[in-house]
């Protein structure tokens, strides 16, 4: 979650990532055994077979507000939030806990009332299952299975997985946003819409900067990824001049944001 909805995050990798230990921001309840496959490796199926015991149930949640707005602080997973993330995020915690295929994924989306604004709280949950005995040809000592890329060439999803930080790793980064302008409508953008440039196109106006940061267990790759991925869902189509830098409170990458005078 290819990964995290119809916008990439994810979040929506699979590849290495700059989470570290055994972080999960999905809830897993049920039995850990050891770890089979990759997160992109999981069968996804929509019933249990006989050759599947299952070994728990995993879910996990965001919160969606559409639109271009100011962000104060909030986890990139909610900036990004959509089903695609969220289902890698169900793959990403199934393959921690040692399973082979998640069994009925479900996800739904529904509207909150009582807020300022339209916002959206979306979720998805499966149970997960594991191969009876050593599974399919199953070795000891074989390291985890994966997913073969494309021959004679990576596939597009294959690059993207290759290339995606993993999508729980959005639950740790937060994003801030100060609009510079009163007002600017543009329909969300996903990651390969946004374009990052050194610097500002004459025909371009700032629209504000935007700090993505993480107290621990995130690299700049990460980071320099998510200020574009929320740029994206705040309808952004350009990011000037990208910049990281460490603190006593972790990384931070910030990007001016930038749209054509014509799209405001």
């Not at 979040?11 to 496959?37: I, K, M, N, Q």
């Amino acid at each position: 979650m290819t990964r995290l909805a119809s916008f990439p995050l994810a979040l929506f990798v699979l590849g290495a990532t700059g989470c570290a230990g055994a972080f999960d921001p999905a809830h897993f309840e049920g039995s850990r055994e050891a770890r089979r496959a990759e997160p992109e490796a999981l069968l996804e199926v929509t019933s249990r077979s006989a050759e599947l015991q299952t070994v728990g149930h995993v879910h996990a949640s965001c919160t969606l507000h559409p639109g271009f707005r100011r962000v104060d602080g909030e986890p990139l997973s909610d900036v990004d939030c959509s089903t695609e993330r969220l289902s890698w995020v169900l793959h990403e915690s199934a393959a921690s806990a040692g399973g082979d295929a998640l069994v009925g994924k479900h996800c739904n989306s529904r509207r909150l009332g009582g807020t300022a604004r339209e916002t959206y709280r979306v979720a998805c949950a499966a149970d997960v299952a594991r191969f009876a005995g050593d599974g399919p040809s199953r070795r000891p000592l074989e390291a985890p299975r994966s997913v073969a890329p494309s021959e004679p060439a990576p596939s597009a999803s294959d690059v993207q997985r290759i290339e995606q930080p993993d999508a729980s790793l959005a639950y740790r980064v937060s994003v801030s946003f100060a609009p510079v302008v009163p007002k600017f409508e543009h329909r969300a953008l996903a990651f390969a819409e946004v374009s990052e440039l050194s610097s500002m196109p004459i025909a371009d106006r700032p629209l504000g900067d935007l700090v993505a940061s993480c107290e621990t267990g995130c690299d700049e790759r990460a980071l320099r990824r998510g200020v574009l991925v929320a740029a994206g869902r705040l309808g952004a189509p350009d990011v000037i001049a990208v910049r990281c830098f460490g603190s006593a409170s972790g990384t931070s990458c910030v990007g001016t944001l930038a749209a054509p005078e014509r799209a405001q």
